[in-house]
């Protein structure tokens, strides 16, 4: 006989830093919440590449236990043979070790007040009532409020037949043994038809590289490593969701982070869009709870937050990625040999932001070779945005 249903004002499905995040949030908020996660530990497996700018890191609110490495610029090689080299002279990015990170959200969202449920998954939602098999086998969880933080793969997604993301890309990553500088990422947009490979240092003499790519991500990857050592200890692979889901609240229940599909599709990172989604859909269940009202038309504000927050940089990242997918590798050269003049250096060191990548666009926007070589993505409506 299946139990009593436990009830709790918010459920949040995935304990990834983004399901952490809301858990952490709603706990702060007086809501008696429930994180449910379907591994046994928190931060495993890693599908990342763990890049972080300062201000993703901040956005986690953890010490810096998880910090690896401090990167203060990037290389960017193009396989035509140009290259560039943007030095900020300051860390404006650490490299975390994800597990690390992830359990200390969860620890901090535990100590808010937020209980974790591991080892169990969702598997069905019936009115305000989950379907869960785990380590209780089937326990039904009643809820007043459901945040989806369940990744790229959401399963919550699927059950309340929601449309998802527009693109997918398979990422695959391993950590060598590399010589490079360990302050400087480098970036190679050649290693994957449009989008990119990367190697970022962890540690001098290591370095996770990898690539994301939306076909034949393993064949480009067997490609690409053969440029670097084959002394792989890790191998990571996963998915990344790009292009938001066309609604994301519906059936009371909000989705955050990857099951939105909220990563940035300039660079692919999804923590800084993700954890500050988790907060506006936190604030978006507490009133909800505290009005006892949860029809869509209330829940429509953790829309209109996330879209006053960052909805601009996503939909300008779109843009860029659809650019990116009619660049051949001539055109890539020849912007990288544009921009490799001092003072446009200069103006990406200054205006170079990984999560709010618009002012940088509009500056070089302003200079006629750059805006040449931009033709394509003025043709794809960019202009509207500005
Ligand atoms: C190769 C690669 C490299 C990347 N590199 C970076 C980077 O350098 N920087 C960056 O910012 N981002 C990076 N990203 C993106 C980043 O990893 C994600 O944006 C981030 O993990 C999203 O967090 P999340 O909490 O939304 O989802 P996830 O981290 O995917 O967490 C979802 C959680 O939900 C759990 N879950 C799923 N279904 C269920 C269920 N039915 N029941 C219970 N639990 C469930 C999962 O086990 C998981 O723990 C990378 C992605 C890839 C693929």
Redesign the pocket.
Known sequence: MASQPMTYDVVV????????AAASACAGLGLKTLC????GT??YPV??????SNA?FAECRVSDRSVLNRISGARVLSAKGSGILVDAKKTKALVVD?GAL?REMAEHAAHDGAEYLLR????GIRDNTLL?RGIHREQPISFKMLIA????????ARLLGMQRAKVF?????EDILHQGDPGFVELYPDAAPGFFGWA?PTAPGRARV?L?ARTHAHEHFAAFIKKFSSSSVHL?????PLGVMPKTYAHRTLF????AG???PT??????T?VRSARHAAAVAAEACARNRFDDAGLSGYERRWKADFGNELALGFRLFEMRQHMSGQDVDDLIRALNTPDLLQTIEEFGDMDRPSALVKKLLLRPGILRLFKPLMQAGLRSLF
């Open positions: 499905v995935g304990a990834g830093p983004v399901g952490s449910i996660e379907e591994h928190i931060g599908q990342c590449a763990g890049l972080l993703a994800r992830d169990t998954s969702v598997c869960t933080a369940d990744g790229p793969r959401s399963t919550i890309l398979a990422g695959i990553q970022i990898g994301c990571v692979t996963g998915t990344l955050v982070g990857d099951a909220f990563a940035k660079s692919g990172g999804g923590i800084y993700g």
